[in-house]
Every structure is written in C-alpha cells, then in structure tokens.
C-alpha cells in the first residue's frame, strides 16, 4: 500500500488534528460538481427541452409557470432520485468491496441486488401491487437477503472471502426463484417485472425523493465516520485489531449501512446494474490512493447514474430505454477490461 | 463395495427414469409404464409415456453432461466450487442463445446449439484465462464468473425489454426446463454429448497428472497445455449442448462432483463414471419433485436445482478447508 504523498494533517485547537487527503477531496467536489452539472442537463433533457440556463433561473424560482411545472413536478424528482440512488449505490459498493476486500465484491454479485428483485417480484407477480408496495417488497427483499448473507457467513465473525460466497451462493438461489416467479406471471406483469428487474428512473416522484434523501442524511455520516477504522482494516483483521480497531463491531456497522443504502436505492430504482461495481473504481484510479475512497464513490456513483440516464435519453428518445440498460452494457464492458487487468496485478 | 457401486448407482438411475415416466400431473401404474416403453398401442397411458420418455432421456443426458462437465472443471481449475452454471459458461451460452432467437431469427435447436457452444466457449476460455494461471483462488474464479453472469443476464434482460415476444419465449428457456423436451431436440445434441463425454473420459488420467500441480505434473510427463485445452473443449461442449437444450441449469456440476469425491478419492477414472451416473439421479430427482410440488403447475428444473444446489453450496463455504484450498 503506497502512502499517499498529498495528504495534510490539519490541527485544531485543543489538541485534535484531521488528516486530509488533498487529492481525494478535489476529485470529490470535482465529481460532485460534474454530477449536479448533469443533473442540470438532464433536467433540461426530454421532449420539452429547456436550455441549462433556464432550468437554473426555474431552480432559482424565477421561471416561467410551464417551466416551473416541467422541472418542479416531472423532472426535479427524477433528477433528485437518479444522484441520490447513483450516490447510495456508489458508497454502498464502495462498503461492499472494502469490506469483502475485492474489486468485485458489489451488491450486483452478492445477491443483494437479487433479493430486491426477488421482493419486487413477488408483489408485482404474485399480489400484483402498486409502485409503492412494489417499492416496500424491495426493500424487504433486499434487507432480508443482506441479514441473511450475513447470518450465514458468520463463524467466529465475519470473514470476506466467505461474504462473497455466500453471497453468490444466495444469489443463485434467489435468480431462480425470481425466475420462476417470471414465468408464473402473465406477460403484461412479467414486462413490467422486467423493466423494474433492470432499474429504471421513468415516473419517479418526490414520495421517491423524501424517504431516500433521510435515509443519506443519517447514513451517509455514520459511514463517514468509521472511514479511519475500513482503511485499518484494508490491512487484515489481525494489523487492524491490533491497532485498536474493534473489527468485528465494525464491519456489522459498516455491513448493515452499505445493506441499507443498497436496498433503500434499489427500491427506488430498481437494481440499476454496475454502477456499484464501478464507481468505486473509477474513483480510485482519480484519486490515485488505495483507501476506501468513501466520498469519491459516493460522488462518483451519483454522476455515473445521472450522466448514464442522460445517455439513454439523448440516444434513444425520452422514455425509451430504461438507465440501467446502459449502466449493464458500460459497466459489462468495464467488467470485462477490470478483470484482465485486475488479474494481470493480481488482485481479484 | 468398490466393486458393486457403480452397479448399485445405474441401478438407482433406472428406478429414478422409471420413476420419472410414472408421475405428473396424470399418475402412471407400473404396469402402464411397462406397457407405454414396450408395447406401445397408443392407448392414453402409452401417449403420455411417450411424453415423458423424450422429457426423461434429455433428463438422463443433461445431467451426466453437467456432471461431466462439473467433473472436468473442478480438476481443470483446481477448484472444488467450480461449475459450469457458477463460472458463467451457462450464462455465455444463453446470452448467446437469446441473441440468435432475437435478432437473427434462428428457431429451431439445430440452429441455436452452434450459438450456444460459441457463447460458452467464449465464457470458458475468458474463465480459464483468469483461472489457468497461478494464484486464481476458489473466490476469485467464483466471482469472476458471477461478476460475468451477471453482465450476461442483464444483457438478457434487455433483450427481453426491448421485445415483448422474445420476453414470452425466453423467460421459460431461461429458468432451466426439461418440459419442452422432444426425440427431436435429443436427436440433435445427442452426437455432441457423446463426443464429449468420450473426450472427459479419456482425459481422466492426464488430468490426475494435472492434480498434482504443475511441475509434478510435467515430471510425469503430462502435456500440461493439450490436456488443458482438451478438458475445456470437453466442459465447454458438454454444458453449451445442455444449455441448449434445457437452458441454464445451476449446482448439478457443483454437487454431484463432490458428493462423489467424498467415497471414491480424487481418482477421476473413478470420479467420473460415478459423476455421469449419479448426475441424472440428481437432475431426474429434482425434475420429479417439481412436477410434484407445485400442483397443478410445475417447478422448472433449473429453479429445483438452485434451491437444492444453494444450500449445499453455502454449506461447502462454511467448511473453512474447503474455500480457503
């Protein structure tokens, strides 16, 4: 592990200092600015298109009474939805593969995401409920799967390797049953499983936007502050227990945050593909350290989502193809060049 | 009972078929069984025997192909988690698949076996290259061929979005099902499955020598990188003609493997003929009880499997031995 050489000790009065982590921090605003500039855009972005201007004035409260309906009611909402799931998705899988210890160890692989899918599904299939039940069923589906992934990993604690396969155990499991599941529903339901299946922003309003935005206010900084602790723990249990780190407590901690950022993302949006695996990636090749990279993946999740969303759009008409069509093939792609590459400095 | 076994498990295998021909949603007699397979007069009871055996037989071959196919895996790869629908080779063949009925048109399994034999090549050999060389542990392997799985079943998925149709064929070839069986399909496959089951046999002994690690294994004077290439042509033909035929079926090469190794040894000369019986009993097993437990319509093979196969899988996990080899 190579010491970053940017970061800066900042002290305080009365004896506490923080260090700071110049370079991580300017990829974090850096990020967190392209991802609410491709908010902007996106909210522009539809048959009736606004230029990015306007939709500032209109944010600001000076638009005109259409504007104000266009991007208060039908596109804010969308907007907001898409950098919040983006962000939850991006330091969840951030969690994820810290604490599993591997670039590939995401809620897509573990079978979170398939137990969502698994809830959604059985409201959509078998009680045929509306978006908010579906919304309930996966957030269910996905809380009870991460318990479970947990509960059966656990032997004298938690250890990665046995997380991940657990977890792919669990998800073999459960893309059978929602296999099945999809063959027992008529074809008007099994389409419109398939497309929440793959994770969509289409029709999300602000009852989207209000429970997800409180569950990142109280997360988001419990996460934040057992940052110190992960990158401890990056080193092995045994150097992190013996630096003072309370490990096992830790990782629970840290484990139900990323379960809930994922499940509570997931029901909003359906299990948008990839951008868990992704984001923290591409966050750490910008910041170039080998920590967790928290904040920067949070960011980075945000515009991934935001900007894949405004993709899909822009290519194929409003509407047309769900985002996570296009996170599947971009991130399927990435997969393919991280796994060489990864291999090639042995790192999977 | 080294000498009576492989007798016992045939015998095992025949009563399972038996078994499989009798019950459904219409419940045969022995008697109508015997009368449907050989004096067939096309009473009612003969017709749905004549169903059930086409369904029974691709039940019979599937299964010995996966656990073939799991076999040569796990000494292939070093890794006793390895199977054909866990690394992702299942997953290849059915991208494969469902690109051929989409977009170019292709209907009939003559056309589409060639597709699903080029999409689990093109899996196998991405998996071997990660895990051919050294330092691929069990973890790594698995969830590299999760992490491709999953990219794979998303691409399915937007296939399906995007047309209604396909949606309506393909979300029933997805789960894994013997029900649409027919002489036809068998009749296609069957000249690849027993190409591959050949080659798997006939590696055996080079791929004990492969066992013992590399070096050992060149000091014995084995052809490291043709039995290599061999055994994953071998995997790769004999799960790509399952798949198509059946569609992905998950586990069956993961647990019949190991539930073999526990009496036999690691010996694969005796592994394998153990394997290629005792995998049909599996698949067969769980094709049963899916036409039984979930009257009056059924439980598709594949999702049977999975249920099963999941648990044992997590309980290999737990065993610390085993995930950290």
Redo the contacts between chains.
Sequence with gaps: MKTPTESRAVRMPGGLSLRLDVRALAVAVLLAAAALAAGVLLVGTGDAKIAPADVLRTLAGNGTAYQNFIVDELRLPRVLVGLLVGAALGLGGALFQAVSRNPLGSPDVLGLSQGSAAGALVVIVLLSGSAAQVTAGALAGGLVTGALIHLLAWRQGVHGYRLVLVGIGISAILTAVNGYLLTKADLVDAARAVVWMTGSLNGRDWTQVWPLLGLCVVVVPVVLGHARALRMMEMGDDAASALGVPVQRTRLVLMTAAVLLTAAATAAAGPVSFVALTAPQLARRLTRSPGPNLLPSLCMGALLLVAADWASQRAFGADQLPVGVVTGVLGGAYLLWLLVTERRAGRI | MRAFGLPLSVAVLVVVALVSIAVGAKGLSPDQVWHGLFHDTGTYGDVVVGERRARTVLGLLAGAALGLSGTVLQALTRNP?ADP??LGINAGASAAVVTAITFLGVTSITGYVWFAFAGAAAVGA?VW??GG?R?A????L???G???S??????I??V???D?AA??RM??W???SLASASDGTIVRVLPFLAAGTLLALGLARPLNAVALGDDTARALGAHLNRTRALAMLAATVLSGAATAACGPI??VGLMVPYAVRSFTGPDLRRVMPYAAVLSPVLLLGADIVGRVAARP?E??V??V???I???V??HL??R?RT??L
């Design positions: 988690l629908g866990l991405l290259f990660l060389s330092g542990t069990p973890v790594r698995a969830l590299a999760t992490a491709i999953a990219a794979l079943y998303g691409y998925q937007a399906m979005i995007m209604d949606l309506g979300r029933f997805t789960v894994g998950v586990f319509s439980l598709q594949g999702i499997t999975a249920i196969g999941g648990p899988f997590i996990v737990r610390r995930a950290r």
